[in-house]
């Protein structure tokens, strides 16, 4: 027979890689949240889910289960083989832990394949995370980079994670750039992919000396950070960069690639055409509807944004204001000043471990 296993025991062993966690719920709810890295052996597509939930409400609980062991009944060679197929451990849930996860692990088991099963499904994973965030002691420094729209700092901050640094990068969890226009060919992720999302990342990298993240507002397009998260940005060490207006212009087409989004682009215009000083905003309009899109970035960022930053950047204070900013004309060259950077916080931090009474 088939074993439960808890949300503790199956979070070891994905962090080992000695898992393989499959998720047997319909298509549209893997598609909402589902655990990180699992993948969608669905036991009910999302029509026949509909289909047995109003057999369920409008029949009886007896003809539902007799209409979902004729689905199921039909599909079951097919359904099997795709479990036997995938090597090593494995481990099922639905929502609650209930029918659909278990009906899955008993058949499996009666041929022969091993399966655990998630106790208490995806909800109780979902209560895992909530809780978890809600009182872990995050113990690294963060250090934040800022820099004006289009600097190229989420490009930074993905260089230095390949090279090993421990970088998280918010605006990839959240599917979205922070911005009007920061879902524009992307896929945006609600509050719980999010929250799994991030979990896994700061617990990886929880016992490292510092994180690096981008400067960003509590809310990232659909989904809000934890409030420890922004205290810790916010007391944390922040790094300013500095790139000439031309490469924004360039990182900007580069990463939104407003051609491929023209119709996207013009629309998400509209929405902060008000706060723009008429004739300008009438000019981006033109720019955008003709297709000069370097032209209408560069006001864009003139007009809108960059006053919009000096606005924002002014809230941290005196000290942010006399911070050196680290100035390059390439992405390359910034990773390059940055890594210095952060060798020689390296070193001051180290000093000042030494000279601290019972170091």
């Known amino acids: 027979m088939f074993q439960d296993i808890s949300i503790e025991k199956l979070n070891e062993l994905r962090s080992k890689k000695e898992m393989t966690v499959i998720d047997v719920r319909s298509p549209s709810e893997f598609a909402e949240s589902t655990i990180p890295g699992s993948i969608n052996i669905p036991f009910f597509t999302d029509e026949e889910r509909a289909e047995i939930g109003t057999l369920y409400k409008q029949v009886s609980v007896q003809t539902a289960k007799e209409r979902g062991l004729e689905i199921m009944s039909a599909k079951l060679p097919a359904f099997v083989k795709e479990f036997a197929e995938i090597q090593g451990n494995k481990a099922v849930f639905c929502w609650r832990g209930g029918m659909r996860s278990r009906t899955t692990a008993t058949v499996l088991s009666l041929m022969g394949i091993h399966v655990y ?106 989904v809000v950070l934890p409030e420890f998260l922004i205290e810790k940005k916010e007391k944390g060490t922040h790094i300013l ?67 919009r930053y000096a606005h924002t950047a002014s809230s941290y204070g005196e000290e942010f204001e006399k911070l050196k900013p680290i100035s390059f004309e390439t992405i390359d060259e910034a990773v390059m000043l940055i890594e210095e950077r952060l060798r020689e916080l390296s070193k001051s931090e180290s000093t000042e471990r030494k000279v601290q009474p019972g170091a």
């Open 117 to 222: 099963r998630l106790d208490g499904g995806y909800r109780a994973y979902r209560r895992w995370v909530v809780e978890t965030l809600g009182s872990l002691e995050f113990s690294p420094e963060v250090y934040v980079l800022h820099g004006y729209t289009g600097t190229g700092k989420t490009e930074i901050l993905r260089a230095l994670k390949d090279k090993g640094y421990p970088v998280i990068d918010l605006e990839g969890l959240a599917g979205h750039r922070g911005s009007i226009f920061g879902e524009i060919g992307l896929k945006s992720h609600n509050q719980k992919t999010f929250d799994a999302l991030l979990l896994e990342e700061l617990l990886r990298y929880n016992h490292e000396p510092y994180i690096l993240i981008e400067a960003e507002s509590k809310r990232i397009g659909k």
């Open 241 to 307: 960069l500095q790139a000439p207006t031309d490469l924004r212009v360039r990182n900007i087409i580069q990463d939104y690639r407003p051609a491929d989004h023209a119709e996207q682009s013009l629309n998400a215009f509209k929405q902060i055409k008000s706060r723009i000083h008429t004739p300008i905003a009438q000019e981006i309009e033109s720019c955008l509807l003709s297709g000069d899109y370097a032209r209408a970035v560069e006001l864009l960022l003139s007009y809108y944004y960059d006053p």
